[in-house]
Antibody, heavy 120, light 108 residues
């Protein structure tokens, strides 16, 4: 069974940093691309970042480029999102999501979500 | 960046009704890489349909997707009580992924 277990959310001051983790199980982690998607309170879904299976390539939404860094540790089956220079508008539930094998056009499994709240 | 428009924002229907949820793209979606997700309060989204018309694993056959180019739709043939939720379309193109703003299907 595919499982994505997230940790690392919380309350952080504006301008602060936070690192999210997503521990994967139930599939061969190092063969799947992964992504982060967020959802502001009461709002829709927004793609944040994606990374290839090897970690060689990373992609970012314009809203987080230069402030967030996606990475992965395939030896520990874990995906990360380092968030720096946080802004009030980064307040959201952050989901990690898995791409299907060999394709990156949709997200077939999601983590439970973790809340990041940026205080002003 | 391709924008996705989901209208109406809310559909009020009864159990047993047929639901058709449209999703329009601001430009043609290459490869018809259009997906649909269901989200219930406090839960993560669940993939229903990928590549416009393919049901994801374990999704009941009352859910179907259709369309191409810029116009897509999700159809629920007969609404079950558990189908009342928010539905999002999502597209992929050129290392960018975007979502529509969602359509809420509520009980009439």
């Amino acid at each position: 069974e595919v499982q994505l277990l997230q940790s690392g959310g919380g309350l952080v001051p504006r301008g602060g940093s936070l690192r999210l983790s997503c521990e994967a199980s139930g599939f061969t982690f190092n063969t799947f691309a992964m992504s982060w998607v967020r959802q502001a309170p009461g709002k829709g879904l927004e793609w944040v970042s994606a990374i290839t299976s090897s970690g060689s390539y990373q992609y970012y939404a314009d809203s987080v480029k230069g402030r967030f860094t996606i990475s992965r540790d395939n030896s520990k089956n874990t995906l990360f999102l380092q968030m720096d220079s946080l802004r009030a508008e980064d307040t959201a539930v952050y989901f990690c999501a898995k791409f299907p094998r060999g394709v990156i056009h949709s997200f077939d499994y999601w983590g439970q979500g973790t809340l990041v709240a940026v205080s002003s | 960046e391709i924008l996705l428009t989901q209208s109406p924002g809310t559909l009020s229907l009864s159990p047993g009704d047929r639901a058709t949820l449209p999703c329009r793209a601001s430009q043609s979606i290459s490869g018809n890489y259009l997906a649909w997700y269901q989200q219930k309060p406090g839960q993560a989204p669940r993939l229903l349909i990928y590549a416009a018309s393919n049901r994801a694993t374990g999704i009941p056959d009352r859910f179907s997707g259709s369309g191409s180019g810029t116009d897509f739709s999700l159809t629920i043939s007969r609404l079950e009580p558990e189908d009342f939720a928010v539905y999002y379309c999502q597209q992929y193109g050129s290392a960018s992924w975007t979502f529509g703003q969602g359509t809420k299907v509520e009980i009439k």
